[in-house]
């Protein structure tokens, strides 16, 4: 599982790795062009029942933390997928990833 430690706060929020990594690329091109916008996903596993959501802003400090080594394949449609979720009003919603055919 990565970690996303968001601000100064001491504490990561859990993200599996894949998601992570598709999530990193939608967020680094969005603050790249100095763009805020909202962070929202669902408590899973032992967490209360809710979703959280955080503002991104260019000025909050993010690190992205890895379990793997190596980079896993992107998907063209997930990051397409978050990326126009980003652009909308609701901010990026964090879901898990569906392919067709798998």
Request: hydrophobic fraction near 50%; avoid cysteine; aromatic fraction near 0%.
């Given at each position: 599982?990565?970690?996303l430690y968001y601000g100064n706060n001491p504490d990561?929020?859990?993200i599996e790795d894949r998601a992570l990594a598709h999530?990193?690329?939608v967020v680094a091109t969005k603050l790249r062009r100095n763009e805020s916008f909202t962070l929202s996903w669902r408590h899973q596993g032992e967490d209360e029942p809710g979703r959280t959501t955080i503002w991104l802003h260019p000025s909050i400090p993010l690190r992205f933390v890895f379990?793997?080594?190596e980079a896993p394949e992107l998907s063209a449609e997930w990051?397409?997928?978050m990326a126009q979720s980003a652009n909308s009003s609701g901010g990026i919603m964090l879901?898990?990833?569906h392919v067709d055919g798998v």
């Open positions: 599982m990565g970690q990561p929020i859990v999530l990193k690329v379990a793997e080594p990051i397409t997928a879901l898990d990833e």
